[in-house]
C-alpha cells in the first residue's frame, strides 16, 4: 500500500510504501544509527522528484500490545515535512496488529526534534530517565582507589563472570522491578553481533557462590561507554556499595583509562533505580539532559475499532 501527497505544482512529490526486496539495504542505511529488532517491519517515505530517492524511514515491531517504532531521516530533510506520512502509517500497522499503543524505543531529549513532532501528534512521555556523564579517566581513577582501599572487605564467594556465556534470563528477573529496559530489548541486545548491542565481555553477572544477585550491562557507542543496567539486589547497604564497586572494578580490569574509551554514561528513572544517579554523581558526573520515553494510546471506541 502506497500514501502519496501532491505538490504545490499538482505532481505526486511524496509517497511512503514498504520496501522492495532489493530496496531493504537502502532503508536499513537510513536506519544504521538506531537500534533495531531483527523481526522489524520497514517504511520508506520517497521523493518521486527529480528522481525517485528514499529521505525518511520507520521501522516498527510488536512487543506484547505495544508497537514499538523507530525513525530516521536523510540529513537537510525537515522532519516536520514527513512525520505525518509516517506516524499514521505506525498507527495504521499497529492497529491492524491488535496492538493497544505504540512508542518511540529511543529516549528523547526536550530539545530533539522528533520528541516536539511526537507531541504534537499525540504522544506523551510514559517514562522518563536521567543520564550522567562521567570522564572515564575520573571513573577508573576512582574505581581502583576505592577497590584497593575496600579489597578485604569483599566477601570470598564473589565473582563476575561476562554475559558471554549466559542466557539473558540469568538477569532478567533481577532487572525486571527496576523498569530500565524492556525484556524483549535486553534480549535483543544480549545476542552475538546484535548492532549496539552489550559488550559481551565487559557486560557481567555478579554472583554470591552460584547465587547471581548483580547485573552490569554495557554498550560502546563510539568514545564513550554506555551503562544501560547497574543492578544490585542486596539489602545490606554496606554490601550493596560494594557490589556497585565490584561491577565496575570488572570493567576497569579490561579498559585502560588511556584507551578508546573517554566518556562513561550512565542512566536511572526519573524516580526509579535512585541508586545509579548516585553512583554517577559519586564518581564526580554530571547530569545531562532528561530524556523521555514518547508513547501513545490506541483507542478503543464503541464498536471495538481501535483509533
Not at 153 to 162: I, L
Not at 188 to 211: K, V
Request: glycine share 6%; net charge neutral.
Amino acid at each position: 500500500m502506497t500514501t502519496s501527497l501532491i505538490n504545490k505544482a499538482g505532481i505526486p512529490d511524496l509517497a511512503i510504501r514498504e520496501p522492495a526486496p532489493a530496496e531493504v539495504e537502502r532503508v536499513l542505511y537510513l536506519l544504521r544509527e538506531v537500534p533495531l529488532n531483527p523481526q522489524a517491519r520497514l517504511m520508506a517515505v520517497a521523493r518521486s522528484h527529480p528522481i525517485e530517492r528514499f529521505i525518511a524511514a520507520a521501522a516498527w515491531w510488536p512487543e506484547g500490545t505495544i508497537g514499538r517504532f523507530q525513525l530516521a531521516c536523510q540529513p537537510g530533510v525537515a522532519r516536520a515535512t514527513v512525520a505525518g506520512l509516517l506516524i499514521e502509517r505506525l498507527e495504521e500497522s499497529a492497529r491492524q496488529a491488535g496492538m493497544k499503543s505504540i512508542g518511540c524505543v529511543t529516549l528523547l531529549t526536550e530539545d530533539n526534534d522528533w520528541f516536539e513532532i511526537l507531541r504534537s501528534h499525540g504522544f506523551e512521555h510514559l517514562h522518563s530517565e536521567r543520564s550522567f556523564e562521567v570522564s572515564y579517566r575520573v571513573a577508573w581513577t576512582r574505581v581502583m582507589q576505592l577497590q584497593q582501599k575496600h579489597r578485604s572487605q569483599f566477601p570470598a564467594g564473589w565473582r563476575t563472570e561476562s554475559i558471554r556465556n549466559h542466557p539473558p534470563e540469568i538477569a532478567l528477573d533481577l532487572i525486571a522491578s527496576h523498569r530500565l529496559m524492556p525484556s524483549d530489548e535486553i534480549r535483543s541486545y544480549w545476542q552475538s553481533g546484535s548492532a549496539f548491542g552489550f559488550e559481551p565481555d565487559l557486560s557481567c553477572i555478579l554472583f554470591d557462590g552460584q547465587r547471581p544477585f548483580g547485573v552490569f550491562l554495557t554498550r560502546r557507542i563510539g568514545e564513550r561507554l554506555y551503562i544501560d543496567v547497574q543492578v544490585v539486589e542486596e539489602s545490606n547497604p554496606l554490601l550493596r556499595s560494594l557490589a556497585s564497586l565490584f561491577l565496575l572494578y570488572h570493567d576497569a580490569q579490561r579498559i585502560a583509562p588511556d584507551g578508546p574509551i573517554r566518556w562513561i554514561w550512565f542512566r536511572s528513572g526519573q524516580t526509579e533505580h535512585r541508586q545509579t544517579a548516585n553512583l554517577a554523581l559519586r564518581m564526580g558526573g554530571r547530569e545531562v539532559a532528561r530524556s523521555h520515553l514518547m508513547t501513545k494510546t490506541l483507542t478503543t471506541t464503541q464498536n471495538g475499532a481501535i483509533t
